[in-house]
């Protein structure tokens, strides 16, 4: 079963995501900050994590920049998903090596593709 890890600071969108890809089989570990991601990443080690960019303390991207660092997480997949999207946030993302972007709200359908995608 591959593993996803969920970052969002906001509870209720961590609890509606981790119910949608749970009924895809997928399991699921979730964070609500992206310090407490990076240490779950390390106790996990996740097929996929799902960030969003705009958290208290670190943001999504500087989370990403962290792991990008460090050989033995750099190759792990990274989906944004954020209400955020400006061109530098998609920029910065594309030059992370992320493997996609999606704006809040997203519909189901769009969730999986880009999950399936990243994944698989």
């Given amino acids: 079963m591959k593993k996803i890890l969920l970052i969002d ?3 209720q969108i961590l609890e509606e995501l981790k119910d949608i890809l749970e ?6 570990v979730t964070s609500s900050s992206a310090e407490e991601g990076l240490s779950q990443i390390v106790l996990e080690i996740p097929d996929l994590i799902i960030t969003d960019i705009q958290m208290s303390g670190i943001s999504g991207l500087e989370l990403v920049r962290n792991l990008r660092s460090y050989d033995g997480y750099k190759d792990i997949p990274v989906v944004i998903l954020t209400a955020n999207v400006s061109r530098a946030n998609v920029k910065e993302a594309k030059s992370l090596n992320m493997q996609g972007f ?3 709200p997203c519909s189901i359908e769009e969730l999986l593709t880009m999950v399936n995608r990243a994944i698989n």
Avoid at 23 to 28: A, D, Q, S, V
């Fill in 9 to 11: 600071d906001t509870v």
């Fill in 23 to 28: 009924m895809e089989n997928y399991e699921i």
């Fill in 102 to 104: 999606l704006k809040k």
